[in-house]
């Protein structure tokens, strides 16, 4: 009989804590910047005003970084899955010379962090005229080990070979059975990693910071960290970015929550 109200209890703490912040932040971006910081703290701004979002919109070039970020994550995010989606049938529905130690070298690297090859991706993306920003900041995000390992698991467990031989014997190509046949069948593992993936890029800091030296061509990440380091700490437009950096994770969970919950929970109802 306890099992379930200390359930809701920390299910209710975990929500709050995990919330706290954004709620912070929002309550913040509508406060002037001597309000913020306040003591005691309060929640709910008295008065709230809109300056900080105008003064963000108007005399930031916020748009602009919204507009990258938004564009380059969405463009790594479609590129990905459908990279990770046909490397990951490749490695569970054919056999090929190799294939283990490719598999291995490949599964090897989510051990590396990203900071270890950052150098020598750069460099080799200059060495060969592919600096830039448009091109470079979707690079790191085409094949991510972990994605490609999602697809082999769930293509193996979810794709009968009885599908793909009847496909093959009723003379559709390989592509053709992968376009028709496999796509539909991972839906919920596209749209998991879909979520995961736009949440990767969009929210990268480290490699923007490496590649990008032009304002204009700023991502949301850096262009915060830029109103962070001025000269006068500008905290009210740093919060008032963050809400608006909040929205298009949100939409994008909002438009694959079924997929995500579908794909998370496919580990869990296979026996």
């Given at each position: 009989?306890?099992?379930?109200?200390?359930?809701y209890t920390t299910l209710t703490a975990l929500l709050l804590a995990f919330t706290a912040p954004l709620l912070w932040a929002l309550s913040g971006s509508f406060k002037t910047r001597g309000d913020i910081f306040e003591y005691p703290p309060k929640l709910l701004p008295s008065p709230a005003t809109l300056d900080n979002y105008r003064s963000l919109l108007t005399d930031q070039p916020f748009g602009r970084w919204f507009l990258v970020s938004t564009v380059v994550a969405l463009l790594a995010t479609?590129?990905?899955?459908?990279?990770?989606?046909?490397?990951?049938?490749?490695?569970?529905?054919?056999?090929?010379?190799?294939?283990?130690?490719?598999?291995?070298?490949?599964?090897?690297?989510?051990?590396?962090?990203?900071?270890?090859?950052?150098?020598?991706?750069?460099?080799?993306?200059?060495?060969?005229?592919?600096?830039?920003?448009?091109?470079?900041?979707?690079?790191?995000?085409?094949?991510?080990?972990?994605?490609?390992?999602?697809?082999?698991?769930?293509?193996?467990?979810?794709?009968?070979?009885?599908?793909?031989?009847?496909?093959?014997?009723?003379?559709?190509?390989?592509?053709?059975?992968?376009?028709?046949?496999?796509?539909?069948?991972?839906?919920?593992?596209?749209?998991?990693?879909?979520?995961?993936?736009?949440?990767?890029?969009?929210?990268?800091?480290?490699?923007?910071?490496?590649?990008?030296?032009?304002?204009?061509?700023?991502?949301?990440?850096?262009?915060?960290?830029?109103?962070?380091?001025?000269?006068?700490?500008?905290?009210?437009?740093?919060?008032?970015?963050?809400?608006?950096?909040?929205?298009?994770?949100?939409?994008?969970?909002?438009?694959?929550?079924?997929?995500?919950?579908?794909?998370?929970?496919?580990?869990?109802?296979?026996?």
């Open positions: 009989m306890l099992r379930r109200p200390l359930l479609v590129v990905s899955v459908f990279v990770c989606a046909l490397a990951g049938y490749g490695f569970a529905k054919f056999r090929f010379a190799g294939k283990q130690l490719l598999f291995g070298v490949m599964f090897s690297s989510l051990s590396i962090p990203f900071a270890v090859i950052l150098v020598p991706l750069f460099v080799i993306l200059v060495k060969t005229g592919l600096g830039s920003p448009w091109f470079a900041l979707i690079v790191p995000w085409v094949a991510p080990a972990f994605g490609i390992f999602m697809m082999q698991q769930y293509i193996v467990q979810s794709v009968p070979d009885e599908i793909l031989e009847a496909a093959r014997i009723d003379g559709a190509s390989e592509f053709g059975i992968f376009r028709r046949v496999v796509l539909p069948l991972l839906r919920p593992s596209l749209g998991a990693l879909g979520v995961w993936q736009f949440l990767q890029s969009y929210n990268s800091f480290l490699w923007p910071l490496v590649l990008v030296s032009d304002s204009s061509q700023y991502t949301l990440p850096l262009g915060l960290q830029t109103l962070f380091r001025a000269e006068n700490r500008q905290y009210d437009l740093v919060l008032a970015g963050a809400v608006l950096a909040v929205l298009p994770a949100v939409l994008v969970f909002v438009v694959l929550r079924k997929q995500l919950l579908e794909g998370l929970s496919t580990g869990a109802v296979k026996g």
